[in-house]
DNA sequence: GTCTATACCTTGATAGAC
DNA sequence: GTCTATCAAGGTATAGAC
């Protein structure tokens, strides 16, 4: 799947069957230095020494491990998408009908952009810094995640549950109100991770009722 | 009310009288330079070359009008903020019901935010990088957008014209949805800044309706 | 109020020993 | 695979002439 991936990296892709042995556990600890890093300075405000004294190497060892900052910033957001994109075909997989499941995906979609609002505001919001053809990758990991809250909208509607004059600007409207969660939230705000996922669940539901 | 600027830039606060007669117009040049720059490249990654360049100025040009890059972020910041505070203020007085109030909002608030994307991305995703003073300023204006839209859905809900169980979270979500449509919307996008907002204003009348 | 020139610093990334 | 040492480039901001 990621076979454009980097020489330098693709010791990282042991989640297809395996056969990687060679130590990836630097490899993690530089991506979520990484993480720490662009969460608090951004992606461009971020040195690479920063990253490497957060991962306890010198400057020098990130480059054994990664092309460059922005490959880092590439595997930070992938792992990212495909957290965010298995969390929302779990939540549709959890729930039987239409109604329950908008207000599952919602709900979880919403709750993750809170709980991991450091992650999820690089992945969202350090897009734009990725090279062309990392961004388009992750943009095909949207797709998919845009694909299955449409699919379900649009089960609904034919199932006379759901009333939805237009099915896709829905979709991103939705998707749209949970990932403008990781702008706002910040520890100490009013409402739990919790609470603002079943609030937002419960909004998508009185949205799409007929 | 904008009493902590800094002396650099205070040329710029000809809005109280029309006290100030001193060439306001390279200001001007630099913001807007400013503004191209930072929606091209983000904030950290633009140079002050690049800007001085843009305005047509030599790089040191640029601190004869403003203290600093941040300084230039923060009077951007500033001037977004009140376009938008203005837009939302116009669109309640314009409509009657709060029925037509909340449609006239969110219309508008997220057609905003389409047609100035390359404005509105700087003012909500480089907000961090604004000094603590300078956030606490623009904070305060973002507090005034929200609590234009609060009263409406609570003098709509006092009319028994809407149905909301939880009004700040609502409220929230409602601009949520607008402000992340300068994250995904481009030039060529499926439907033009009107029809986003016109559709995004049917959205909310649904969302709140009893 | 704008320029040229530049101080002074930090950057991403590499070379080569171990 | 990690280190020390270092490079070339480019960063913000200032000094001082005009």
Chains 1, 2 share one sequence.
Request: charge should be neutral; glycine fraction near 6%.
């Amino acid at each position: 799947m990621l076979s454009t991936m980097t020489n330098a990296t693709s010791t990282t892709g042991d989640t297809a069957g395996g056969t990687a042995r060679r130590a990836p556990e630097t490899v993690q600890r530089l991506i979520d230095a990484a993480a720490d890093a662009f969460a608090d300075k951004g992606f461009h405000a971020t040195t690479t020494r920063d990253i490497a004294a957060r991962a306890g190497l010198s400057p020098a060892g990130v480059y054994v491990h990664f092309a460059s900052k922005e490959d880092l910033l590439f595997q930070l957001s992938h792992q990212g998408h495909t957290a965010a994109l298995e969390l929302v075909q779990a939540a549709r997989e959890r729930a039987a009908s239409p109604r329950d499941q908008v207000a599952a995906i919602v709900s979880d979609f919403a709750r993750w952009h809170a709980e991991h609002f450091r992650t999820a505001r690089i992945v969202q919001y350090e897009f734009p810094h990725l090279s062309p053809e990392h961004r388009d990758q992750v943009r095909a990991q949207r797709k998919q995640i845009d694909a299955v809250v449409r699919q379900v909208l649009a089960a609904g509607v034919r199932a006379g549950d759901f009333e939805v004059p237009d099915v896709p600007g829905t979709t991103l409207a939705l998707l749209s109100m949970c990932i403008d969660v990781a702008r706002w939230y910040e520890p100490g705000t009013r409402r739990t991770p919790e609470a603002i996922g079943t609030a937002y669940g419960e909004l998508a539901q009185r949205l799409v009722r007929p």
